[in-house]
Nanobody
Framework: QVQLVESGGGLVQAGGSLRLSCAAS????????MGWFRQAPGKERDFVAS????????NYADSVKGRFTISRDSTKNTVYLQMNSLKPEDTAVYYC???????????????WGQGTQVTVSS
């Protein structure tokens, strides 16, 4: 059974920073693109960032470009999302996902974490 466990969420003031982590079990990590999505109350789950299986090529939603950075550490089977210059509109539950080719669609990913809450106060 594949497991993805997110951590690092919390409450931060606007303009602050947080780093999310997602630890993956098993052999999935090395074979998978990894992604971060977020879901605000009453809204759909939206793409935030992804990183390819090979070469670690990142891809970002326009709303987070220049503020968020995705990275992966294969020695720790962990993917990170560094979030800087946070805005109240970044408030959401953030989900880690694995699988597929690292595209922006929810349907491309096979495995999901339980989510971690990020709240940005104004």
């Amino acid at each position: 059974q594949v497991q993805l466990v997110e951590s690092g969420g919390g409450l931060v003031q606007a303009g602050g920073s947080l780093r999310l982590s997602c630890a993956a079990s098993g052999r999935t990590f090395s074979r998978s693109a990894m992604g971060w999505f977020r879901q605000a109350p009453g809204k759909e789950r939206d793409f935030v960032a992804s990183i390819s299986r090979n070469f670690g090529i990142p891809n970002y939603a326009d709303s987070v470009k220049g503020r968020f950075t995705i990275s992966r550490d294969s020695t720790k089977n962990t993917v990170y999302l560094q979030m800087n210059s946070l805005k109240p509109e970044d408030t959401a539950v953030y989900y880690c996902a694995a699988g597929g080719s690292g595209g922006p669609l929810v349907s491309e990913y096979d495995y999901w974490g339980q989510g971690t809450q990020v709240t940005v106060s104004s």
